[in-house]
């Protein structure tokens, strides 16, 4: 089954978002939670500011900038019970045809916390530079000229907030991850008006190295081999230490069209 088969599945409407969390009921499988889910989505959002329709037919939301975000809960055999699977696809019909997919995990005693501890990842993480990217501001300390499908193109990177984990002596710049791989991105990129970033790293105590680098929505390898070289060289102090970043690459409008 495909991601789209997947999200365009209608919904159970069993399980009603209420007020307050509630006892919760045995029930066959978490996916029965999905209309549950796709509400509690909408509440976030519209909290936030935005206008906000849920399709009639799909497990999608639909906002006024025209962006799509459909989610879903999957159901993994033998996970852990405080924990769930969360898939999220946001696309917009015109500049992210093919949409940004991000797998995030929720953890809590129920499924509402665990619900709510997966939509805050999205919110905080994936969500905010996104957004920025529909913006026309830019940093142009991070702006890139670059030959990009044999012509020059000036990129605006958009970097979402640094997520750290960990104890760290010094806390790492914003910039840490973007500044690491800005040389790398740069002959990868392509020639439309945005390009997608998502970057995670970890070391744990014992030296072992985790991570994963997806540049539009694909296993960039040779970036994870740079970030990797950089880990190696992190002293952990505690259990791990981890960072985590979405970064959004949009073309200058002055080279649409051209």
């Not at 993994?76 to 997919?101: C, K, M, S, W």
Request: proline share 6%.
């Amino acid at each position: 089954m495909g991601l789209f088969d997947l999200f365009r599945k209608k919904p159970p409407e069993q399980i009603q978002p209420t007020a307050q969390p509630q006892k919760e009921e045995p029930i066959a499988k978490y996916s029965d939670y999905n209309g549950y889910l796709i509400e509690v989505l909408k509440d976030r959002l519209v909290e936030m500011g935005h206008q906000v329709e849920r399709h009639p037919q799909y497990l999608t939301l639909i906002l006024d900038s025209g962006l799509e975000i459909s989610t879903s809960i999957i159901d993994v055999p033998d996970a852990h019970p405080f924990l769930i699977q969360l898939n999220i696809l946001t696309r917009h019909p015109l500049y992210l045809e093919q949409g940004i997919y991000e797998c995030l995990a929720g953890i809590g005693e129920t499924m509402d916390k665990r619900i709510t501890s997966a939509l805050d990842n999205y919110l905080n993480i994936v969500f905010p530079p996104i957004m920025e990217g529909f913006t026309d501001t830019h940093d142009p300390e991070a702006d890139m000229l670059v030959i990009t499908n044999a012509r020059e193109i000036l990129w605006h990177p958009k970097l979402g907030d640094l997520m750290v984990q960990g104890q760290w002596e010094e806390m790492p710049d914003g910039k840490y991850l973007f500044e690491t791989l800005r040389e790398k991105i740069q002959p990868v990129l392509i020639d439309k008006k945005f390009n997608s970033l998502k970057i995670y790293i970890s070391k744990r105590a014992d030296g072992t190295i985790i991570g994963e680098c997806v540049f539009n929505n694909q296993q960039w390898n040779d970036g994870l081999d740079e970030m990797t070289k950089h880990a190696e060289t992190w002293v952990v102090k505690g259990d791990f230490m981890a960072l985590k970043q979405v970064i959004m690459f949009r073309r200058c409008d002055v080279y649409d069209g051209l």
